[in-house]
């Protein structure tokens, strides 16, 4: 059985459009704090990742298939002053696995930071096991931290053959402060001639009214909007008291916000997320279903008695088509996407096909808002 589903788009009927004024007025705002909504260039997190080997398994490690494994443990104990080639390596409670982490700013050495073990061979568990010490390197092959310790998993499997329980991922565990920073990261504040504040979502209006609030807070004139995402703060350890004193001063204040138009859809799924300064203009949307099924039936056809005719299979196809009447959606000035949802729903279109429509009204011009299809 085969099913179609068309959606008839007609008579859109576009009015004018607001102007940029009227749809600010209208944008729902709300006031935010300046540490809510940007972050300070070169201040961030950086990802560190490096390979080891967890040891003390309970016959749940890499089997012999996996060969990484075996040759990490030779080389181990070669260092050690075992000379045993891999060949003649025989276990199965150890697991060749990544290790990840954060390394947060301002870092230093000493500092303890969590990591996460990932198992990268066939391993069925990482239950009791304990990560050896593995050296925890940036994209630029600097070694930063050094993690080693018993891993917690949060899960466990119990049982055998037929009969057996598994609760949560038992592959991936981690280790609460399990590496020791070795290699300074953080940035040298006292050094910086200028400081740049990012916005998350860029914004001209935003952006003014953050250096405006920062110029009133600190009394004179250091800071500017240079685009729509970075606010520049010029001399900010001079007589201003440094960096730390400037943000804490600076992360409190608060400034406007606008709702954005936008409208971001999931075709796949059927998600429909809509901003609440979204709004349509007038159109009439007429929606219509048809359904085209499509059935074989397989008949047997029997020869007569004493005759030399063969059974054979004759299949018999039957067509049927189905179109429901098309309904009428007519939206006045100033609708939003819910109204349009709500309608849309009330005549029994489904999540796909609301997602189609808004695609074609905004083909169309009428939809005043940014729409994003993932």
Not at 68 to 93: C, D, E, H, K, Y
Not at 331 to 342: F, I, N, T, W, Y
Request: a negative charge; hydrophobic letters at 45%.
């Amino acid at each position: 059985m085969k099913r179609c589903k068309h959606i008839f788009l007609c008579a859109l009927l576009i009015g004018l459009s607001w102007t940029t004024q009227g749809m600010a007025d209208e944008a729902s705002s709300q006031s935010v704090r300046i540490k809510d909504i940007t972050t300070i260039e070169g201040i961030r997190d950086n990802p560190i990742m490096g390979y080891g080997l967890v040891a003390g398994l309970a016959r749940t490690g890499d089997s012999q298939q996996t060969i990484f494994s075996i040759q990490t443990l030779a080389n181990l104990l070669q260092r050690m002053g075992l000379q045993i080639p891999a060949a003649a390596v025989r276990v199965n409670n150890i697991a060749a696995v990544f290790v990840t982490a954060t390394l947060p700013p301002f870092a230093t050495p000493g500092m303890k930071i969590d990591v996460t073990v990932s198992s990268i061979g066939d391993a069925k568990s990482l239950a009791g096991g304990v990560l050896l010490m593995t050296p925890l390197k940036s994209s630029n092959g600097s070694v930063y931290a050094v993690a080693q310790g018993p891993l917690t998993l949060g899960g466990y499997s119990a049982g055998g053959a037929g009969n057996s329980k598994v609760v949560n991922h038992l592959t991936v565990g981690r280790i609460p402060d399990g590496a020791n920073v070795e290699l300074d990261s953080s940035v040298k504040l006292g050094t910086m001639n200028s400081l740049s504040l990012l916005l998350r979502d860029p914004d001209f209006t935003v952006a003014t009214d953050i250096a405006s609030v920062i110029n009133k807070e600190v009394g004179k004139s250091v800071a500017r909007a240079v685009d729509s995402r970075r606010i520049e703060i010029s001399s900010p350890n001079a007589d201003i008291g440094g960096v730390p004193n400037l943000m804490a001063r600076i992360d409190e204040l608060e400034v406007e916000v606008h709702g954005v138009a936008k409208v971001v859809v999931n075709e796949r799924t059927g998600t429909i997320v809509m901003g609440g300064a979204t709004r349509i203009g007038p159109c009439s949307i007429l929606h219509g279903d048809l359904a085209i099924e499509i059935a074989t039936k397989f008949d047997v056809s029997q020869p007569a008695p004493l005759s030399k005719g063969d059974t054979t299979v004759v299949p018999q196809t039957e067509v049927q088509a189905n179109e429901k009447p098309a309904q009428l959606i007519q939206l006045k000035e100033g609708a939003s996407v819910e109204d349009l949802v709500r309608g849309l729903q009330t005549m029994g279109a489904t999540a796909r096909d609301i997602v189609s429509i808004l695609q074609a009204i905004k083909s169309a011009g009428a939809l005043e808002a940014d729409l994003e299809v993932l």
